[in-house]
T-cell receptor
Framework: EPEVTQTPSHQVTQMGQEVILRCVPISNHLYFYWYRQILGQKVEFLVSFYNNEISEKSEIFDDQFSVERPDGSNFTLKIRSTKLEDSAMYFC???????????????FGQGTRLTVV | AQKITQTQPGMFVQEKEAVTLDCTYDTSDPSYGLFWYKQPSSGEMIFLIYQGSYDQQNATEGRYSLNFQKARKSANLVISASQLGDSAMYFCAMREIGWNQGGKLIFGQGTELSVKP
């Protein structure tokens, strides 16, 4: 069964460093998402990406964040200068066609646990 | 404004019994979808069940059913015949259709379910 793949599964970084979280969505999917879950809290939407551009972003997704789909298969989230409060589980998700926008679940990757020290 | 509310931070259920996890939502959009995800201790997000706002019947998927009460804006998850493997965090989520949006999911705070042998 096709799945969303995220790498790495766990990353530790120094405060102020840049990190890139990588995701390979399911191949025929058109919508891509990043979500964040701070330990013990709810899952929060960061950004959605469709047709090679951001379709929506949350207040969390400030200038320190960026997303890219560099080669048609990978979907990356970059945090330019990490802060302690960026420590969280980051989930990538993808969804198939526009016709199914309402009733199709987003398929989530297994997550990348980012720890900023 | 918070749009998805799960009022039960934690629930206990005896193995083989049924359990209901509560979820209420708020939206002014007539078209929306409601989802339940399971998050075991390993961290991944597993899709369980979907209910559309126009669906006439309550959704069912195996041991999972969704008690959808539109007028009360509630979408409770019912798990029948609980198993030890059902112990996990459960998240209710909503998708609004908004055509200028990419179909993001808005999550509740989650309910931690513990199944007792």
């Amino acid at each position: 069964e096709p799945e969303v793949t995220q790498t790495p599964s766990h990353q530790v970084t120094q405060m102020g460093q840049e990190v890139i979280l990588r995701c390979v969505p399911i191949s025929n999917h058109l919508y891509f998402y990043w979500y964040r879950q701070i330990l013990g809290q709810k899952v929060e939407f960061l950004v959605s990406f469709y047709n090679n551009e951001i379709s929506e972003k949350s207040e969390i997704f400030d200038d320190q964040f960026s997303v890219e789909r560099p080669d048609g298969s990978n979907f990356t989230l970059k945090i330019r200068s990490t802060k302690l409060e960026d420590s969280a589980m980051y989930f990538c998700a993808s969804k198939p066609s526009e016709q199914d926008i309402m009733n199709t679940e987003a398929f989530f990757g297994q997550g990348t646990r980012l720890t900023v020290v | 404004a918070q749009k998805i509310t799960q009022t039960q931070p934690g629930m206990f259920v005896q193995e083989k019994e049924a359990v209901t996890l509560d979820c209420t939502y708020d939206t002014s959009d007539p078209s929306y979808g409601l989802f339940w995800y399971k998050q075991p201790s390993s961290g991944e997000m597993i899709f369980l069940i979907y209910q559309g706002s126009y669906d006439q019947q309550n959704a069912t998927e195996g041991r999972y059913s969704l008690n959808f009460q539109k007028a009360r804006k509630s979408a409770n998850l019912v798990i029948s015949a609980s198993q030890l493997g059902d112990s996990a965090m459960y998240f209710c989520a909503m998708r609004e259709i908004g055509w200028n949006q990419g179909g993001k999911l808005i999550f509740g705070q989650g309910t931690e379910l513990s199944v007792k042998p």
